[in-house]
């Protein structure tokens, strides 16, 4: 594994990198991946100072995001963040072969316009490679028609009026991939299913434990990691087949075990809060309220 992370800070950078010539605009580049040659053997550890925008077909090589590896064996639609870290690895003999568009551009490139607001608010960007987004023949063909729509204005003179035109064609691909990842939530029941079991088996073992008061309290991201899913994907995973964000459920896990022990048991309220990983009883105090507009005490005189 290799010890540093190459920081790739610009799009001219990228080029160079990759042997592709002058980039067209300084912010933004369309890049055809049977374009790029990357070195066989080795690997590499690479975060982008831009977003990355993927479509491909992986045909040789692995590459992996983070400790997850995802071998690419059909159409997929990527995102990476900028400074989100990459990994390429390859055998010594093995070269990474991949037909595709990349579509990378600088924050600064969508500076002043509504998306650049927006961006920010698309979960995909923060999931795993291993959560990209698998396409349907029709979804790629639509795909692919858009970022042949950016590639054209991109080989043309990029004046204001053509950089509009890019951010307005990025704008409607990032709608098309939030609206294709909520299908593939819907339709991929048995991998899907699959999580919401192993998530009611963490949360059932963590809660049976004998050490919530040491451990503290069950974070998203500690759920998320045992996993093997980034927490952004879980929670958006949840909230389309449940109506449920993770912190929901583990809030909802909680309430349950503290109306057992407020019904069962003669704990005091503070015993109970510290029982359950809670630091200071107030902050379990006011969740036990706001999910039920019931106090701990009160509830328990509901028993009495």
Known sequence: MPKDIIHIKSISEYHKRNGLGKPQHPLVSVINFADIAYPAGG?????????????????????????????????ILAFVAPHQVMRVELGIRQRLEHSGYLLIFHPDFLWGTPLAKKIKQYDFFGYHLKEALH?????ENMLVSIFQNINQEYNSSIEPYSQGHIITQIALLLSYSERFYHRQFITRKKSNHSVLEKLEDLLNDFFKGDNLSSNGLLTVKNISKQLNLSPNYLS????????????????????????EKLSTTELSVNEIAYGLGFEHPQSFSKLFKKKTQL??????????
């Not at 975060?47 to 064996?73: P, R, V």
């Not at 396409?135 to 979804?139: A, H, I, P, V, Y």
């Not at 106090?295 to 009495?304: I, S, V």
């Open 43 to 75: 690997a590499s550890q690479v975060t982008h100072g831009f977003y990355c925008i993927a479509l491909k077909h992986l045909t040789a090589g692995k590459m992996k995001y983070g400790q997850q590896e995802y071998d690419f064996d059909g159409g």
């Open 135 to 139: 396409l349907s023949d029709k979804e």
């Open 236 to 259: 958006k995973l949840l909230k389309t087949l449940t109506g449920k964000s993770t912190q929901e459920f583990i809030h909802e896990k909680l309430i349950q075990l503290a109306k």
């Open 295 to 304: 106090t701990p005490l009160e509830f328990r005189k509901t028993f009495n």
